[in-house]
């Protein structure tokens, strides 16, 4: 379990700098970083790294933040809000609280929810990010009586949302996937194409949404899919990550077992 826990934290670690649907090719809308509800979406972001890097440490969630090293930053004139009782934590606007933890080896997951403190710009605000291993993850922001899933490219610098950074997934993911194949190598003097078996486990959309598959010898992401093209004589493998959404749909990306990597078509100079 702790192979599949090392492989889940380095794709999560990769994922926030993702777009947020898999289904919609259009380019994300920037927002305002400076507002108060991307302060409650930055740091539900650091609260999900924050649990993240401690179930690779004890594979496990846990529902304690200071244990977890989660510490919002106050104010810049060091104030917070009020917590609305036992187990929150404070921010500058917002308060947060995990409020499920689920321990059982088959199913770990946990839910954090951030709560706008009364008197500031986000009262009435709450967001909501929930995760379980293995499997999908969803963020959703609601105010007003609003619903709406939060972007895992929400709240970043413009740069985030160049082509440059809807292609991270797919490379980031494919080199993963190939350090991977050479780690089962040194274990099973052979290569695989069995994705849970290498402990592969590509995080999805916020949606929550997944893209559709050509078979199921691919695994998806949320921009890219995922696929293993075993060679024999001499052993070795091919890896493809191709693009299904956003300014790069239509993008392939391949490494062979020399770590060899090719993308096609080349996109525009602009996007690097």
Known sequence: MREALRWLFVVAGMS???AASAGAPQRPTPVDCGSAQCEGI?????????????LQERDLYSSDLAAIGFAPPACANGSRVPVPGPGWVAGCRF??????????????????IAQGGTGTEAEGTLLQFSQTFPGALVF?????GVRRYVGLDECLPAESFTCSAQMREGMQNIRALFTSERAFLQEKDRYSSNFQELGFLPLGCTDPTSPALPDGT???????????DLKSNPMGFTLTARAVSGSIQGTTIKMEDSGALTVTPVPFSECF
């Open 42 to 54: 930055r740091e539900m972001r650091a609260l999900f790294n924050a649990e993240m890097a401690y």
């Open 140 to 144: 959703w922001v609601q105010r007003d």
């Open 16 to 18: 926030w700098s993702w």
């Open 218 to 228: 691919w695994i998806g992401g949320c921009r890219f899919i995922y696929h293993v």
């Open 95 to 112: 308060a947060y609280r995990v409020t499920q933890v689920t321990k059982s080896p088959e199913s770990l997951s946990f839910t954090a």
